[in-house]
């Protein structure tokens, strides 16, 4: 676990210097566990970022921007009763444990000042968020601990909040540390976990190759390590983040300023994701389902082709039976004759019960029966087909959609009566979510996620004159260029990026991107999603990056 109570010391100096005195403007509670808060600091305006997720617990700063419900849950009304409008006094951290309290003044509703402790313990699947009074009284928390759960601590409101207890070192205070370190059996890295608060075992085992493959002393190593600033990021089998090098992982480093930013970035994405899979997963289910039913279908079909090249035969066999009537009488079970287009003799099995005339109308009606099923079976196959595209392009929107694109993809196929409606009606948004983006020199870009958001932004939105962008021969985003040609390089790089990015070729290299006027494009008539043709388009190459993208979002 990367995120111990170094990294809690760390986040913290750099909230106090950025935070302190600065005045609680907004709060939005974006999802069941993760809050935002808006602040106006001495530095401007900034975005607090707290999660309790169980995977995910983290506070940090945020450039990035978020979807805000349309209404607040009760602990977000709550906190906005409580803490906004009030000004930030003081933050620190509990000893070297991942717990940090806000100290926030405000008035109450006789207009007289108070002070509320805002307590946030980013401890994994234990987290929680408290608001208490000056008296360390609850007020209110995300998470309800009762004393009949059987944990150490009551946390609900009326109780009086209590730190977590713990009796190992400070690893800050520097007596008790060298203290400890002085012994020789307590220098190993299960011993620096179990010893120190606020360690994990990142750091123990870092604290231990540097002694193993250094003349210095434990407590010089100590000091160092703990007293180093160098935010890291590094992607080895899978990702880790410090506020100081480990050197003893192997992996490409992306180091940062701040923990802050380094966490923002860290955390990209992947709590969201985490949810948008959970919220998700039935339409993911459904739609691979459907997937492999229509790949089953196609293939039952395919024999059902197979089985139609018999026809000429059973057209054969009728033409010979008719050709011998005279030979045949009621009853007979075959016939055997010369089958004139061979030369050879053939067996034919007969319908004991029909006579020879039935016989041979018998051969003929299956022979039309195959014949006309051609061109029906055929359609089939390739209406299956296209469903099979449609639902795969569906699968890539729902990979990179949010949580309100989720919903208009339901929406699409309630529309497309795929799956059925719900009892309840919903309000009819009065645009779909498409996002907007700008490129360094202000000129607005349109991307759609969806089959409902690139109908819109395309054949709605756009002008005729203005330039659309899609990754070549691939599912992906239509993207939509609020400006006509001639598009500087920059424009045209930036629309490509975000083309390349939002494509099934996101980490593919040299991804051809097609761009063109608007008026070049055609909507293909009978498809179900948002096919088009298009003419005079030019084509660029573009490496799709991600770290690109990522910056557009932040200075959306």
Known sequence: ?????????????????????????????????DLLFVINSKTGKKQLLISN?????????????????????????????????????????????RVIVFLVQSRNELGDLSTKKFIIEVM?????????????????????????????????????????????????????RNEFLSNPENINDVSFLNNFV???????????????????????????????????????????????????????????????????????????????KQKSKDLVKFIKNFIIKSKHKI??????????NKRDVL????????????????????LTCIDYYTNQEVTIDLDTKLGPVRNSEKFFKKYKKLKKSIPHI????????????????????????????????????????????????????????YETFYDIEGTEILVGKNNIQNEYITHKLAKHNEVWFHAKDAPGSHVVVKKRFPLSETTIRTASQLAAYFSKMRHSSSVPIDYL???????VPGKINSFVTYKNNKTIYIDPDEEFVINLKRKK
Request: glycine share 4%.
């Open 517 to 523: 006027e608007v008026r070049y494009l055609k909507k």
């Open 315 to 334: 057209r054969i066999k009728g033409e010979l039976v008719q050709a011998n009537l005279r030979n045949i009488t009621k009853g007979d079970s075959s």
């Open 1 to 33: 676990m990367s995120f111990d109570g170094n990294i809690v010391r760390k986040i913290t100096k750099e909230l106090y210097e950025s935070l302190n005195t600065g005045r609680i403007n907004k709060i939005y509670q974006l999802s069941k566990y």
């Open 378 to 433: 055929k359609i089939q196959i390739k209406e299956a087909m296209n469903e099979i595209r449609y639902f795969e392009q569906l699968l890539h929107q729902v990979e990179n959609a949010s949580l309100k694109d989720i919903e208009e993809i339901k929406d699409e196929l309630i529309e497309k009566r795929y799956i059925k409606k719900k009892a309840i009606n919903k309000k009819k948004k009065k645009r779909p979510n």
């Open 53 to 97: 997720s169980p995977a995910y617990s983290r506070i940090h700063l945020t450039q990035m921007q978020y979807e805000k419900p349309d209404y607040p849950p009760t602990f977000c009304m709550f906190l906005r009763k409580h803490l906004e409008g009030g000004i930030i006094k003081d933050i620190y951290q509990i000893t070297n444990d």
């Open 124 to 176: 994994g699947r234990h987290s929680n968020i408290i608001i208490a009074d000056e008296n360390n009284k609850i007020l209110e928390a995300i998470k309800h601990v009762m004393p009949f759960d059987g944990k150490e601590r009551t946390i609900f409101p009326g109780a009086i909040y209590l730190t977590p207890v713990s009796d190992k070192i400070d690893p800050y205070n520097v007596d008790k």
């Open 299 to 308: 293939e039952k079909l395919n024999k059902d082709l197979i089985k139609t």
């Open 198 to 276: 606020g360690f994990s075992p990142l750091i123990s085992r870092e604290i231990m190759s540097r002694f193993n493959t250094s003349k210095k002393s434990i407590s010089v190593i100590f000091e160092e390590i703990l007293s180093e600033h160098n935010p890291v990021i590094i992607t080895s089998r899978k990702d880790y983040f410090y506020f100081t090098d480990i050197t003893y992982l192997d992996g490409e480093r992306k180091q940062f300023e701040s923990v802050n930013s380094m966490l923002d970035r860290y955390y990209y994405e992947r709590d969201s994701i985490d949810i948008i």
